[in-house]
């Protein structure tokens, strides 16, 4: 794993020595003058690199709101893995890629809308910048021998500067899911599926970047609409809670 460090004050200060107090460390899950990824992934997003970091460090959760045309609408909020820690200071600490301690790159939800006769279950999952650029479904993005990103060599400030991410968004039903007419099986996807008996595109959006979706399944899904956003925000406080960097709801910087 590379580790790199990003200032934590604004582009526009001048160029000095940044003290640790003054940095964020950052693991890199690869190697920064890599850009295997705009060739290899078959999917390549690309997105300003200080949005790359949000997503990773201050994202703690996401809100879904979705609608099958076959299913209905749903919202459902998708809460980051903290296991074995339980807050953002023990993220921090986390050093083994790949290990029990490293940190959480899924955020998960199910959604339940089972009535009497009928198992109705939805579930999604998040998964950004997983070990070695693979996800746990889906066609992987490149071969596990390659890098998990790509960040162009540029002297551009974070906000400008683009990394091109690993990362899948999937909504499928869980099982299935139950109607009196006919059961509705499959996934939506942001990466690519085996064709299936029903497969067509449904774009939506991450945190305002449009993003490819795919559905395949049992049942056509004529229309679907869906997006993304973070819906809570790590606070970065002191250890008595006291003195939060972001706030926890808006993400705004105290």
């Not at 690309?46 to 970091?53: A, H, K, M, N, W």
């Not at 109705?120 to 999952?125: D, L």
């Not at 395949?216 to 819906?231: F, H, Q, R």
Request: proline share 11%.
């Amino acid at each position: 794993m590379k580790v790199t460090s990003f200032p934590t004050w604004p582009a526009t200060r001048p160029t000095v020595a940044v003290a640790a107090a003054h940095a964020m460390p950052f693991p890199m899950l690869g190697k920064a003058d890599t850009l295997t990824p705009i060739q290899l992934s078959q999917i390549p997003f690309s997105i300003p690199l200080e949005q790359g970091v949000k997503w990773w460090w201050r994202v703690k959760s996401w809100l879904l709101t979705a609608n099958f045309s076959d299913i209905g609408p749903l919202e459902m909020t998708l809460e980051k893995l903290q296991y074995p820690y339980g807050d953002e200071r023990d993220m921090c600490l986390a050093t083994q890629p790949g290990g029990p301690d490293f940190p959480s790159h899924k955020w998960i939800a199910t959604y339940d809308a089972s009535v009497p006769g009928y198992y109705r279950r939805m579930s999604a999952r998040l998964e950004y910048l997983p070990p070695l650029g693979l996800l746990s479904f889906g066609t992987p993005y490149a071969p596990p021998d390659y890098e998990s990103y790509g960040l162009e060599i540029s002297d551009s400030s974070p906000d400008t500067r683009q990394l091109v991410p690993v990362i899948g968004l999937e909504i499928y039903t869980d099982a299935l899911w139950e109607v009196p007419s006919a059961d509705i099986f499959g996934s939506l996807m942001t990466v690519p599926q085996p064709a299936g008996s029903f497969d067509s595109d449904h774009n939506g959006s991450i945190d305002g970047v449009t993003w490819n979706g795919h559905w395949a399944g049992n049942v056509p899904m004529a229309t679907i609409t869906w997006s993304l956003v973070p819906a809570t925000w790590w606070p970065y406080a002191n250890a008595d809670d006291s003195n939060p960097t972001w706030d926890a709801n808006t993400g705004a910087r105290n």
